[in-house]
């Protein structure tokens, strides 16, 4: 019994990690092979998970809402904002960019600053919302309330509440019954 205890706990990221997170919720699960850079601008709220091989990316401060789940290899990046309200699901893969950079500097974040054009925004997710598998969230866009968004869609404008998204670049395709 013992043992099997000891197991569990081994899976997730050390009290002395989750202690340099900006707010630590209840219940809150970080699986030890995920990344989190920046902890200090992360909270993370009442029954979040986050699966290993997951990387999210503290940049200019992330919120996570209560049970919102990280699934592995998916992530937040790129320096910006991200604020994700409740009961959010991320699948497999999917990638919320909340800054990048521009095409009129140089592109590579290994080149001079003064040669490069990055921009910073913020990437807001409503509640009960849903991004599919290696979907990609570009910077400035919200998903409202109850947005879906499919697997593989590139989303480059607002969704709006309780609408469904899909496709390379997202367009709707639905609506859901609100919840
Ligand atoms: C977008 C999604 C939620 C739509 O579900 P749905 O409303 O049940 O949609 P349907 O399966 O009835 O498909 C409706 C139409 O959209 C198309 N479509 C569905 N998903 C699509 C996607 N991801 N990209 C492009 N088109 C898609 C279908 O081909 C269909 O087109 P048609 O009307 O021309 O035949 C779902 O297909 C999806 O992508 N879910 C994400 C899955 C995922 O990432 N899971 C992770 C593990 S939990």
């Not at 000891?6 to 030890?32: A, C, Q, W």
């Not at 592109?107 to 919302?129: C, F, H, N």
Request: aromatic share 6%; proline share 3%; net charge positive.
């Amino acid at each position: 019994m013992q043992k099997q205890h000891e197991k569990t706990m081994d899976e997730f990221k050390p009290i002395e990690f989750m202690r340099r997170l900006s707010f630590v919720g209840n219940h809150v699960m970080v699986f030890k092979h995920s990344l989190i850079l920046k902890p200090e601008n992360v909270s993370l709220f009442d029954y979040v998970r986050i699966d290993d091989y997951s990387r999210i990316e503290g940049g200019a401060g992330v919120i996570l809402g209560n049970n919102v789940h990280f699934a592995s290899f998916s992530g937040i990046l790129g320096g910006g904002k991200c604020v994700i309200g409740d009961h959010c699901g991320v699948a497999q893969g999917a990638r919320i960019i909340t800054g990048t950079e521009r095409i009129t500097g140089y592109m590579s974040a290994a080149s001079p600053m003064e040669l490069r054009d990055s921009m910073r925004g913020q990437i807001t997710i409503g509640r009960l919302t849903f991004i599919g598998s290696n979907s990609v969230i570009m910077p400035n866009v919200t998903i409202h309330d109850g947005g879906v968004v499919g697997a593989g869609a590139v989303v480059t404008k607002d969704v709006a509440p309780w609408t469904i998204v899909a496709g390379v670049p997202a367009i709707k395709i639905g609506e859901r019954e609100k919840l």
